[in-house]
Antibody
Framework: QVNLQESGPGLVKPSETLSLTCTVS????????WSWVRRSPGKGLEWIGY???????KYNPSLKGRATMSVDTSRNQMSLRLTAVTAADTAVYYC??????????????WGQGTRVTVSS | EIVLTQSPATLSLSPGESATLSCRAS??????LAWYLQKPGQAPRLLIY???TRATGTPDRFSGSGSGTDFTLTISSLEPEDFAVYYC?????????FGGGTTVEIK
């Protein structure tokens, strides 16, 4: 059974950098594509980007180049950095496996999510 | 960017009733649509992918249909655990997008 667990600070100051980590267990991070998705208060879900262990990445243009994802295969972890955060980045952030039954870009396994608040 | 519009925003029903949720895409996405269920404080859970294929563990009271721009998720007989928010998601083109959600609440 694949499990994902997000971790990171729950409070980030405006203009600073948000850094989150997702630890994968039950599967090798090298075998799949992975994504970050967030849910802002009162809003729906927003896809942030995907990463493959080779370094192949793609990001949502809505983030205007502020997002960077990376993979640490030795720790079976992936990370998200989001720079120059504002209150609009306040959300619950989820990591997810970006595959379902061999098809890409649907999300069959999710972490429980980590709440991040941007406030001074 | 493909915009997914879900309707209605809220559906008030009783256990045992059937539910019909709609998702409309701003342009054709073939059958590249998935449905998720999310309960408060929990992560989304994949129910349906490729418009009509149930994910592992999805009860057969959930069925998906549609192609092109119009899609439907039907729940044949609502169980207490089905009252939640439902999202659709397209994987036809970048960026991946989700609908705004439909809340199925107990009447």
């Amino acid at each position: 059974q694949v499990n994902l667990q997000e971790s990171g600070p729950g409070l980030v100051k405006p203009s600073e950098t948000l850094s989150l980590t997702c630890t994968v267990s039950g599967a090798s991070i090298s075998d799949f594509f992975w994504s970050w998705v967030r849910r802002s208060p009162g809003k729906g879900l927003e896809w942030i980007g995907y990463i493959y262990h080779s370094g192949n990445t793609k990001y949502n243009p809505s983030l205007k180049g502020r997002a960077t994802m990376s993979v640490d295969t030795s720790r079976n972890q992936m990370s998200l950095r989001l720079t120059a955060v504002t209150a609009a980045d306040t959300a619950v952030y989820y990591c997810a496996r970006a595959e379902c039954s061999g098809y890409l870009w649907c999300f069959d396994t999710w972490g429980q999510g980590t709440r991040v608040t941007v406030s001074s | 960017e493909i915009v997914l519009t879900q309707s209605p925003a809220t559906l008030s029903l009783s256990p045992g009733e059937s539910a019909t949720l709609s998702c409309r895409a701003s342009q054709s996405i073939s059958s590249f649509l998935a449905w998720y269920l999310q309960k408060p404080g929990q992560a989304p859970r994949l129910l349906i992918y490729d418009a009509s294929t149930r994910a592992t563990g999805t009860p057969d009271r959930f069925s998906g249909s549609g192609s092109g721009t119009d899609f439907t998720l039907t729940i044949s007989s609502l169980e207490p655990e089905d009252f939640a928010v439902y999202y659709c998601q397209q994987r036809s083109s970048w960026p991946i997008t989700f609908g705004g959600g439909t809340t199925v609440e107990i009447k």
